[in-house]
């Protein structure tokens, strides 16, 4: 079956960076979308940053200029690189994945915590 690991999460103050991996596995097809979903204390999961293909990207305007997400796609890996980050990005950070092209199915990630404070 399909499972996606995080890890990189962690605690940092703001202004400084964090990098998320994401590894997953018993991936049976190649066209998929990648990406990261957060969840705040008391929030409602939201989209951070996706990735279909090297040129298809979709950030929320919170994190727009801020974040960066990439893949390897041989690998089926996804990274975040999280720069100047700010106490409102304190959340549960969820791995994504989502088959394209046939199913539509999606999988996510166990949640990795990164935590900016002073």
């Known amino acids: 079956q399909v499972q996606l690991v995080e890890s990189g999460g962690g605690s940092v103050q703001p202004g400084e960076s964090l990098r998320l991996s994401c590894a997953a596995s018993?991936?049976?097809?190649?066209?998929?979308?990648m990406g990261w979903y957060r969840q705040a204390p008391g929030k409602e999961r939201e989209l951070v940053a996706t990735?279909?293909?090297?040129?298809?990207?979709n950030y929320a305007d919170s994190v727009q200029g801020r974040f960066t997400v990439s893949r390897d796609y041989a690998r089926h890996m996804v990274f975040l690189e999280m720069n100047k980050l700010k106490r409102e990005d304190t959340a549960v950070y969820f791995c994504?994945?989502?088959?394209?092209?046939?199913?539509?199915?999606?999988?996510w990630g166990q949640g990795t915590q990164d935590t900016v404070s002073s």
């Open positions: 018993g991936i049976r097809f190649g066209i998929t979308r």
């Open positions: 990735i279909a293909n090297p040129t298809t990207t």
């Open positions: 994504y994945l989502r088959e394209e092209r046939f199913r539509l199915d999606e999988y």
